[in-house]
T-cell receptor, first 116, second 111 residues
């Protein structure tokens, strides 16, 4: 069974550009979570999608946005890129839990975004 | 507000040693606690999940315990190997909107 897959593996952008990162959850998982891990820092919660809806977002500016598609895959968009957006972006998925965040998390390998 | 702390921040041990990693959390009302391994620059690999009603979980050389009343969890690694070198993260799920991660313990096992 395939795990959580993320693309691209690496992405290089310049300041002001937009980046789009993609995530496919494990089959049967309806919740998708996005985390940012900047160099030397811990995981910072970005967004949680469940059943196609945004359930919660972390303390990030509105230029960080995303969506979840009917097949439960998700994309994260970062507009007006800044140098400090350089980080590893991790996606996780979990089984349905009635709209609650209660399931075991399974992570992908991440997308490394570098902003020059 | 739930806070998760991991001690020590870094640990270096000789191969074969048994070791314990610590995780503490401030709010005992948790749904579950999960331990992860992260190799440098890679994603997180789930090691063990302990539900709030459980006291411990075991997988191979790994054993994780949970004491909700004291707000503590430990990850015990038996007979450590160089391949165990990685960062170990604990994550607390309060059943709310997000899972809270500790900063991790960076483990180095010397051959």
């Amino acid at each position: 069974e395939a795990g959580v897959t993320q693309s691209p593996t690496h992405l290089i952008k310049t300041r002001g550009q937009q980046a789009t990162l993609r995530c496919s959850p494990i089959s049967g998982h309806t919740s998708v979570y996005w985390y940012q891990q900047a160099l030397g820092l811990g995981l910072q919660f970005l967004l949680w999608y469940d059943e196609g809806e945004e359930r919660n977002r972390g303390n990030f500016p509105p230029r960080f946005s995303g969506r979840q598609f009917p097949n439960y895959s998700s994309e994260l968009n970062v507009n007006a890129l800044e140098l400090e957006d350089s980080a590893l972006y991790l996606c996780a998925s979990s089984l349905p839990s009635g709209g609650l965040n209660t399931g075991e998390l399974f992570f992908g390998e991440g997308s490394r975004l570098t902003v020059l | 507000k739930q806070e998760v702390t991991q001690i020590p921040a870094a640990l270096s041990v000789p191969e074969g040693e048994n070791l314990v990693l610590n995780c503490s959390f401030t709010d005992s009302a948790i749904y579950n606690l999960q331990w992860f391994r992260q190799d440098h620059g890679k994603g997180l690999t789930s090691l063990l999940l302990i539900q709030s009603s459980q006291r411990e979980q075991t997988s191979g050389r790994l054993n994780a315990s949970l004491d909700k009343s004291s707000g503590r969890s430990t990850l015990y690694i038996a007979a450590s190997q160089p391949g165990d070198s990685a960062t170990y993260l604990c994550a607390v799920n309060t059943g709310g909107f997000k899972t809270i991660f500790g900063a991790g313990t960076r483990l180095f096992v010397k051959a």
